[in-house]
Every structure is written in structure tokens, then in C-alpha cells.
């Protein structure tokens, strides 16, 4: 695999300039060289990365943070990417995931299943490739539905502290 592709084209599109909402993003991936350039790619583009260098440390990383999106090689030693969604999805049905391979697992049978939500990206692909998967999926309908929640809790939240410190409220 050759880890230069990913970095062409190194200009990108003014849609895929640095994320107004920023999110973490857990990368694992076993080749150490190709995840560092990934890492570089995504943080470039205003994510926060970690990083796991195979299935078992991935797993690992994940259950020790909250992620927005999980991106994930297949083909790596002690744990492949399909076998960590196997972990990841029964508590995180809803977590966007990135399935990468240079030969996807389409015959396994509960592949579609776990990929959802998410997507597959064969190697090689290019880096706007990657930010426009990554950016695609954090922007789906339901991820925004979830931001949207989350601010208008905040902002209530934040309204009835300021209103608690008020007085009277009646009518002169």
C-alpha cells in the first residue's frame, strides 16, 4: 500500500477546510505510517485524533472515550476491523464508522449490518476522499439532529440559570 496516495491532492476544496464543529475521531489502523498520515489529514482538517495500531488497542481506545466517528482498517493482527464493529455495535448502534480495506469483507454475512451507520473506503483513496466520507457522515440527519438536541439543551440550561437569578416576575 502505498501511503503517498492519501496526501494528494494536498489543496482542498473550501467545503473541506477545517470543521466549524470539530469532533473526535478514533483511527486503527496496524500500519503505523498510513494511520500517521490519516491522523495528520483529519487534524489538519480541525479534528482531534487518537490513534490505535490494531484491533485489540482500538477496542481499548474506545471503550476509554467517546468518539464521533471510528475509522478502521480491516485486515490487521489480532483483531480485524470487522471483528472490533462486532464489539463496538451493541453499545454503539448509532456511531458513524469508517470500514477501510484494500479487500472488503462483502461475504460476510452481517457486514452491511455493522457498517451501519457508516461506509466502506477501499485503499487506496485520496485524502479528500477521506474528509469528504468523514464530513458526509458527521453531517448525516440524524448526527445533526443529535448536535442540534445537544445545543438547545445547553442553551436551556443556560436560560433557566440566568432566569433562576431573577426576582419577582409579577405584573406592576
Known amino acids: 500500500m502505498n501511503a503517498d496516495h492519501i496526501l494528494a491532492p494536498l489543496m482542498l476544496p473550501e467545503q473541506l477546510k477545517p470543521n466549524t464543529f470539530p469532533s473526535h475521531i478514533l483511527v486503527v489502523d496496524d500500519d503505523a505510517e498510513f494511520r500517521d498520515i490519516l491522523a495528520e489529514v483529519l487534524q489538519g482538517a480541525g479534528h482531534r485524533v487518537?490513534?490505535?495500531?490494531?484491533?485489540?488497542?482500538?477496542?481499548?481506545?474506545f471503550c476509554a472515550d467517546r468518539f464521533d466517528v471510528v475509522i478502521i482498517d480491516h485486515d490487521m493482527p489480532r483483531l480485524t476491523g470487522l471483528d472490533l464493529l462486532r464489539r463496538v455495535r451493541p453499545g454503539s448502534p448509532a456511531l458513524p464508522v469508517v470500514l477501510m480495506s484494500g479487500g472488503m469483507p462483502w461475504d460476510e454475512a452481517d457486514f452491511l449490518r455493522l457498517l451501519t451507520p457508516g461506509t466502506a473506503l477501499e485503499k487506496p483513496f485520496s485524502s479528500v476522499e477521506l474528509l469528504a466520507t468523514v464530513r458526509g457522515l458527521l453531517a448525516s440527519p440524524t448526527r445533526m439532529g443529535d448536535m442540534w438536541q445537544r445545543a438547545i439543551a445547553s442553551l436551556a440550561r443556560s436560560q433557566s440559570t440566568a432566569n433562576s437569578g431573577r426576582t419577582g416576575g409579577g405584573v406592576a
Open 50 to 61: 487518537s490513534c490505535a495500531e490494531d484491533g485489540e488497542s482500538g477496542w481499548d481506545a
